[in-house]
């Protein structure tokens, strides 16, 4: 049978959202039987049946747009995109929010609504890509139905490091199921080559977006497996399982499995002090990976060994009472001096480094006619990172100089 469209549809049987036309047998559908085998691998039992649909592009983004406007404060979503401009990692002009609805229309194959208890599947996806999509999604089916991942995955303000590596770990653990059921391991696949594979696909897109919405796009699969995988090797899927009891604690247990272990928990860093007339659309941790990922851009080679030291940070993004303004600041502590001179050094790379020096000479600001100044510090073990304020005009226009954020991240990192 050929759809409209010229596609071959796969037979019932390869095809787990076909019709049984069969309505008292709804245990027997392809979608349930594909649930048994994916419970039986993955080793959790199936609590109650899970429901498929299929939905176009346009359908499945208001779906995801809805979900996350409703779970989400927009001002937070503004955030980020401002805290991405204010650091220099994407273009001055940049729509962060339309660029991410962008990134997820061109990438998204389907997902698994757990509000609703619903899998989606987008109907331009066929084939393996079909398959591989479904069994994914299961296992998010499956982790819902033991582990509640509406609460799991909730939106709570100041948490967002946390809340990373719970996404983390939800998409590593699917990504290791999916790869057990589909090649018969659940190492099969190295977390370098995923990374490859991954930003591949994300970056040959026609209108690629920037570097770093790829990267925070993919890293929490590429992070969540290596951790679930390491899990995995030393105790299987119950080691997995004991992992949603005592859920990694930030990103830094993420990546580091001897940090989980011993519950290394993140420093204490105050709230950041709000410059005079601002107040925060946003406030949170950046925590290890997004800290790697920002120096990725800057020190591509330096960025994981530079990002291990971290211990702890805190940042807020800042928009002027008048809301024509917006300016950033981040703590950071890292674990010792000499890691703290090491993410210094990153930030200084020359040539690609956000603070580059000049004529062989470190900097600590650097004026810029559109973003405002950029000032890094360091005292002992802590580092400010201060951007702007500049004006939201188009383009965006500096609202200080050197001197008044200078002053400003000094008061920062005062004891």
């Known amino acids: 049978m050929r759809d409209l469209d010229g596609w071959s549809r796969p037979p019932v049987d390869d095809d787990?959202?076909?019709?049984?036309?069969?309505?008292?047998?709804a245990e027997n559908t392809p979608l349930m039987r594909l649930l048994r085998e994916?419970?039986?691998?993955?080793?959790?039992?199936?609590?109650?049946?899970?429901?498929?649909?299929?939905?176009?592009?346009?359908?499945a983004l208001a779906v995801v747009r809805q979900k996350a406007e409703s779970e989400m404060p927009r001002a937070v979503m503004v955030a980020q995109g401002e805290l991405m401009r204010a650091l220099g990692v994407v273009p001055v002009d940049?729509?962060?929010?339309?660029?991410?609805?962008?990134?997820?229309?061109?990438?998204?194959?389907?997902?698994y609504d757990q509000s609703e208890d619903v899998?989606?599947?987008?109907?331009?996806?066929?084939?393996?890509?079909?398959?591989?999509?479904?069994?994914?999604?299961?296992?998010?089916?499956?982790?819902?139905?033991?582990?509640?991942?509406?609460?799991?995955?909730?939106?709570?303000?100041?948490?967002?490091?946390?809340?990373?590596?719970?996404?983390?770990?939800?998409?590593?653990?699917?990504?290791a199921a999916s790869m057990e059921i589909m090649q018969g391991s659940p190492h099969q696949l190295r977390p370098e080559v995923l990374l490859g594979q991954m930003l591949h696909a994300v970056g040959s897109r026609a209108e690629p977006p920037p570097e770093i919405l790829q990267r925070s796009l993919v890293m929490p699969y590429?992070?969540?497996?290596?951790?679930?995988?390491?899990?995995?090797?030393?105790?299987?899927?119950?080691?997995?399982?004991?992992?949603?009891?005592?859920?990694?604690a930030s990103t830094e247990q993420l990546l580091h499995l001897d940090k989980y272990d011993a519950d290394e928990a993140p420093l204490d860093v105050a709230d950041v002090k709000l410059l005079d007339g601002y107040q925060a659309l946003d406030r949170d941790?950046?925590?290890?990976?997004?800290?790697?990922?920002?120096?990725?851009?800057?020190?591509?080679?330096?960025?994981?060994?530079?990002?291990?030291?971290?211990?702890?940070?805190?940042?807020?993004?800042?928009?002027?009472?008048?809301?024509d303004a917006y300016a950033v600041a981040l703590v950071v502590r890292m674990d010792t001096e000499a890691d703290a001179v090491e993410l210094?050094?990153?930030?200084?790379?020359?040539?690609?480094?956000?603070?580059?020096?000049?004529?062989?000479?470190p900097v600590t600001c650097v004026e810029r006619a559109d973003l405002g100044p950029l000032v890094l510090l360091r005292r002992g073990v802590d580092l400010a990172l201060v951007a702007g304020p500049y004006r939201a005009t188009s383009p965006p226009q500096a609202a200080a100089s050197c001197p008044e954020a200078l002053t400003y991240a000094e008061s920062l990192l005062a004891p």
């Not at 994916?38 to 359908?59: A, C, F, N, W």
Request: with cysteine.
């Open 344 to 361: 210094e050094e990153a930030v200084h790379e020359p040539g690609t480094g956000a603070l580059p020096p000049i004529h062989g000479k």
């Open 285 to 323: 941790a950046m925590g290890e990976q997004a800290l790697r990922i920002y120096l990725d851009q800057w020190a591509p080679g330096l960025a994981p060994a530079a990002a291990a030291g971290w211990g702890g940070d805190r940042y807020a993004v800042m928009q002027s009472a008048s809301k």
């Open 16 to 25: 787990p959202l076909a019709e049984t036309h069969d309505e008292t047998d």
């Open 119 to 175: 899998l989606f599947l987008l109907d331009d996806i066929r084939d393996r890509a079909m398959r591989e999509t479904v069994v994914h999604e299961l296992v998010h089916a499956l982790q819902d139905q033991h582990y509640d991942l509406e609460a799991l995955l909730a939106y709570q303000p100041g948490k967002g490091d946390a809340l990373t590596a719970s996404h983390a770990l939800c998409e590593g653990d699917a990504m």
């Open 94 to 111: 940049y729509d962060y929010v339309g660029g991410v609805y962008h990134l997820l229309s061109e990438n998204l194959a389907g997902f």
């Open 222 to 248: 590429v992070d969540g497996m290596r951790f679930v995988q390491a899990l995995h090797r030393r105790g299987g899927w119950r080691a997995v399982d004991a992992a949603y009891a005592r859920r990694p």
């Open 38 to 59: 994916v419970s039986r691998s993955r080793g959790l039992e199936i609590r109650k049946p899970v429901q498929g649909r299929r939905v176009t592009r346009v359908e």
